[in-house]
């Protein structure tokens, strides 16, 4: 009798992903093991994946840094979803002769959440929302977005997204990234102006960033500074791309009004992090590309993949 490969799926945090299709076939090849919950520590994540040939990873959740992949001898293929994976050392994959191979994705989730995340802090939704439930009525005033000025850092295909929101809206749209020219800004809908004055003159700032080591902590404490006292801050691209500490200095000094986040330095954010309790911060979970229509995607994907792989 053939031995069944070792494939294991981790941090399927909803422990949704069998459900998505039909993985008989999978089954008559490959013992499937499904992990709920995230490991942060390297010797955790080397004893629980020393069994496995086959690991399928949601992108930039379990690290594979060259320490863990080291240590798998049994690994000979990574399945990321998404087409890039900052989680992954792909260098060392490649010299201890670990293929990864991908899957395909669609990047509507994020600039839909990102849009939710702006109207729901113009219009005080969880506080008023809260009120209601509480049996009380009207405490908050709101803003309109209809003349305001919303700075895009980053107007790549997100950022292009969300030009086009803002200006269904009446919005004034401004961007700046260290490669966008007045040419492409322009296209888009946008002005461009410098780092500075974006954060000078937006209402609204939403990062939409690729994080690298260039990108890293782009926005610190100088940036911050130049906001306005009544602006609001969104990012639901990558949490290192913000200082951490200089963004909860500025929400707890009310150096701007709020800040609506679903990435973090840490993640899962951790239980007693400030994140989680200040006020004037609308946290979600890193849910931006978490929807059933990319789920479809990335589990038809992850079995196509397997399948290719064990067929060889």
């Known amino acids: 009798m053939k031995t069944l490969t070792q494939f294991a799926i981790l941090d399927d945090y909803q422990n949704i992903a069998l459900s998505y299709g039909d993985w008989s076939e999978i089954e008559e090849l490959a013992e499937i093991t499904v992990f709920t919950d995230h490991l942060t520590e390297a010797t955790e994540i080397i004893e629980r994946l020393q069994p ?4 399928a990873v949601m992108r930039e959740r379990t690290p594979m840094t060259r320490e863990i992949l080291s240590q798998l001898p049994n690994l000979k293929l990574i399945i990321s979803t998404g087409q890039r994976n900052a989680s992954i050392d792909i260098k060392a994959a490649e010299e201890f002769g670990i293929a990864i191979a991908p899957t395909r994705y669609i990047s509507n989730g994020a600039p839909e959440l990102t849009w939710a995340l702006i109207l729901a802090l113009a219009k005080h939704l969880i506080p008023e929302t809260a009120n209601v439930r509480k049996g009380g009525w009207q405490t908050e005033i709101g803003v309109d977005l209809k003349g305001k000025t919303i700075g ?3 107007l790549g295909n997100i950022g292009s997204t969300i030009a086009r929101y803002a200006k269904a809206f009446e919005m004034e749209v401004i961007a700046w990234s260290e ?3 007045e040419e492409k800004a322009v296209a888009q809908g ?3 102006v410098t780092k500075e004055e974006l954060f000078l ?3 609204f700032v939403t ?3 690729i994080l690298s080591s260039r990108s890293k902590g782009i926005i610190g404490a100088k940036e911050l500074s ?3 006292a009544s602006a609001f801050f969104i990012n639901t691209s990558r949490g290192p791309l913000v200082e951490e500490a200089a963004l909860i200095n500025a929400l707890e000094r009310k150096r701007i009004v709020a800040a609506g986040l679903d990435v973090y330095e840490i993640e899962p954010l951790p239980a007693q992090h400030p994140f989680r309790t200040l006020p004037n911060v609308l946290a979600t979970p890193h849910i931006g590309y978490v929807t059933d229509q990319t789920y479809q995607i990335f589990y038809e994907d992850i079995k196509s993949n397997l399948g290719e792989w064990l067929a060889k």
């Open 179 to 181: 490669n966008l020219t």
């Open 152 to 154: 895009i850092v980053g």
């Open 190 to 192: 946008a002005r461009l």
């Open 52 to 55: 496995f040939e086959v690991i």
């Open 226 to 228: 130049l906001m306005k």
């Open 207 to 209: 990062v939409h960033l």
């Open 201 to 203: 003159q937006a209402d």
